[in-house]
């Protein structure tokens, strides 16, 4: 597995960066496990980007402690035993699974249609289709951090978002933290859980 460095934002507005930053600490976590390089960033991270929201705190002081108790090579073993198996893996990472309980159906089409509209499509050397969680994510810290004002915006972050993310995640994150080998991604999937469910609070504020 890659081992890329965490990405922090420069500049900027400090709660929309907060929310990009963790967007995309999330998505990296998710397609791979942390590695040699990225681990000592989240060890000695003392506040998690977006964590000044307070039902955050609590999840990203966990999952700090976790990954402080855990080597890159256990990381990278649990991340091949939960989601890289042979043949059916134990967790599905895939949108369309947790929609349909079946890979490649329509939830990725209207991925891909509203990826389209987007201006974005997925690198072809990678092998996960579009509705991979890390994926979405990635696509949320995008429209919350790029420079395209046409679109990278509130209004489009809350269409993908309700589309795209809020649709599924969270039971995506409840499969994995019922999986009883589940250790430093039942923490990841707490902190996604919880950052779901704040962005989720927010969307509904802003629709009231």
């Given at each position: 597995?890659?081992d890329?460095?965490?990405?922090?934002s420069?500049?900027?507005d400090?709660?929309e960066?907060?929310r990009?930053d963790?967007?995309?600490v999330l998505?990296?976590?998710?397609?791979?496990p942390?590695?040699e390089?990225?681990m000592?960033?989240l060890?000695?991270a003392?506040?998690?980007?977006?964590a000044?929201?307070a039902?955050?705190?609590?999840?990203?002081?966990?999952?700090?402690?976790?990954i402080?108790?855990?080597s890159?090579?256990?990381a990278?073993?649990?991340?091949d035993a939960?989601f890289?198996?042979?043949?059916k893996?134990e967790?599905?990472?895939?949108?369309?699974y947790y929609?349909?309980?079946?890979?490649?159906?329509?939830?990725?089409v209207?991925?891909?249609?509203?990826?389209?509209?987007?201006?974005?499509a997925?690198?072809?050397?990678?092998?996960e289709t579009?509705?991979?969680?890390?994926f979405?994510l990635e696509?949320?810290?995008?429209?919350?951090a790029?420079?395209?004002?046409?679109?990278?915006?509130?209004e489009?972050?809350?269409?993908f978002?309700?589309a795209h993310v809020?649709?599924w995640?969270?039971s995506?994150?409840?499969a994995?933290a019922a999986h009883?080998?589940?250790?430093v991604y039942?923490?990841?999937a707490?902190?996604t859980?919880?950052?779901v469910?704040v962005?989720t609070?927010g969307?509904?504020?802003l629709?009231a």
């Amino acid at each position: 597995m890659s081992d890329t460095p965490l990405q922090f934002s420069p500049g900027g507005d400090a709660e929309e960066i907060a929310r990009a930053d963790l967007y995309g600490v999330l998505a990296q976590l998710w397609a791979a496990p942390p590695g040699e390089e990225s681990m000592p960033q989240l060890q000695d991270a003392p506040v998690a980007p977006g964590a000044a929201e307070a039902t955050l705190a609590e999840p990203w002081r966990n999952l700090v402690q976790v990954i402080k108790a855990t080597s890159a090579s256990a990381a990278a073993d649990e991340y091949d035993a939960l989601f890289q198996g042979v043949g059916k893996p134990e967790v599905f990472l895939y949108g369309s699974y947790y929609l349909t309980g079946f890979l490649n159906e329509r939830p990725l089409v209207r991925l891909r249609h509203d990826l389209a509209a987007l201006g974005l499509a997925r690198d072809e050397t990678r092998g996960e289709t579009e509705d991979h969680v890390s994926f979405v994510l990635e696509v949320m810290r995008y429209l919350i951090a790029g420079d395209d004002v046409a679109v990278c915006n509130l209004e489009r972050q809350r269409l993908f978002f309700r589309a795209h993310v809020q649709t599924w995640v969270e039971s995506f994150c409840d499969a994995v933290a019922a999986h009883p080998r589940a250790n430093v991604y039942r923490a990841v999937a707490a902190l996604t859980r919880s950052f779901v469910q704040v962005e989720t609070q927010g969307f509904d504020m802003l629709e009231a």
